[in-house]
Nanobody, 118 residues
Framework: QVQLVESGGGLVQPGGSLRLSCVASTSAFSLYVMGWYRQAPGKQRELVASIFSSGFTNYVDSVKGRFTISRDNAKNTVYLQMNSLKPEDTAVYYC????????????WGQGTQVTVSS
C-alpha cells in the first residue's frame, strides 16, 4: 500500500501564502493523477486541485487563480502553492491519487493543518 506524507501547513494571516508538499511511496508515481483534497470541520472532504501525468491541471472554482498544483516525478512529490489565503481555506489538507473524478485510490496520510486567521 502506498504511503503518503504531507507537510507544509501552518497558521497564516488572511492574504498570506503557504506551500504544501506530499511524498508518495511508489516508484510508479509519474503514472498517477495526483490531487490535493481538504476537509474543514463539519464538512465533507473535497478535491481542490488535480494534476495529470502530462501536467494538465484542474481546480475547484473556489481556489482558481489562487492555488497552483505541481509535481516533481523524480522526487515522487506533489505540491500545492496557496496564495491569497482566506479564512474559508482553513482545513486539513491531504494528497492522494485521484480515481473516478473526485474519488481517491490509496489510504489517507495524516494530512497537514492549514489555519487562516488574523
Amino acid at each position: 500500500q502506498v504511503q503518503l506524507v504531507e507537510s507544509g501547513g501552518g497558521l497564516v494571516q488572511p492574504g498570506g501564502s503557504l506551500r504544501l508538499s506530499c511524498v508518495a511511496s511508489t516508484s510508479a508515481f509519474s503514472l498517477y493523477v495526483m490531487g490535493w483534497y481538504r476537509q474543514a470541520p463539519g464538512k465533507q472532504r473535497e478535491l481542490v486541485a488535480s494534476i495529470f501525468s502530462s501536467g494538465f491541471t484542474n481546480y475547484v472554482d473556489s481556489v482558481k487563480g489562487r492555488f497552483t498544483i505541481s509535481r516533481d516525478n523524480a522526487k515522487n512529490t506533489v505540491y500545492l502553492q496557496m496564495n491569497s489565503l482566506k479564512p474559508e481555506d482553513t482545513a486539513v489538507y491531504y494528497c492522494n491519487s485521484v480515481r473516478g473524478g473526485t474519488g481517491w485510490a490509496w489510504n489517507w496520510g495524516q494530512g497537514t493543518q492549514v489555519t487562516v486567521s488574523s
